[in-house]
């Protein structure tokens, strides 16, 4: 059984793009978040984009790792550290703790398949690794739905170090409830270490 570890965070605006500075901040209180076998992932720090490229954090604000129920104490160092990402720093409440709750349409904000950069190339093979996993669901890109891109698919970058590693947000409806606690345990894609092809419910 898995569970969503949910830490308050408050501090100053970060990048957008914060996935990797993030990991390296989180390995460096918890060295289990480096390790390969470890089945510790994180999303995204939440907030409001601006158009400058940060986001701002709001009350709501939160860091939420997902793991195995009997894991949770390896993440509670957490609690009242700040991290630093790159130059701007921001700090961890006191963490709640949440199951997973099953729902027909779950979205992940970034996932990512190698040698699937155009949008085609990207569902079919989202379609191909969700038979892997043997979960059954309609793989769609959710779109800009304003703006100079309105219309287009979400196409995301995650950059770590100097390597730019394109993706996309992904939605998956016409889940069962046991496919949808599924996803959201395994995640898709590459890089689910470091944020990528974390689900939540729509």
Do not use: W
Not at 85 to 99: C, F, M, Q, S
Request: proline fraction near 7%; glycine fraction near 10%.
């Amino acid at each position: 059984m898995y569970l969503d570890v949910i830490f308050p965070a408050s501090g100053d605006a970060i990048p957008k793009d914060h996935a990797y500075p993030l990991y390296a901040a989180l390995s460096r209180i918890v060295p289990e978040f480096h390790q390969e076998s470890c089945p510790l992932r994180f999303s995204s720090i939440t907030g409001v984009a601006d158009s400058g490229g940060q986001l701002q954090l709001t009350p709501h604000s939160h860091l939420r790792v997902r793991l195995p129920q009997d894991q949770v104490k390896v993440v509670l160092p957490l609690a009242g550290k700040r991290l630093l990402l790159g130059d701007v720093g921001i700090r961890l409440g006191v963490p709640a703790l949440r199951t997973l709750e099953p729902a027909t349409s779950l979205v992940a904000r970034l996932v990512t398949f190698k040698n699937a950069e155009t949008p085609e190339q990207f569902l079919a093979t989202a379609r191909t690794k969700l038979a892997e996993l043997g979960v059954s669901g309609e793989p769609q890109l959710p779109i800009h739905l304003d703006g100079g891109r309105a219309g287009e698919p979400k196409r995301r970058v995650l950059r770590i170090k100097d390597v730019a590693i394109v993706g996309y947000s992904l939605l998956v409806s016409e889940l069962s409830a046991s496919d949808s606690i599924k996803l959201q345990e395994s995640g898709l894609g590459g890089r689910t270490k470091m944020g990528c092809g974390f689900f939540l419910p729509v």
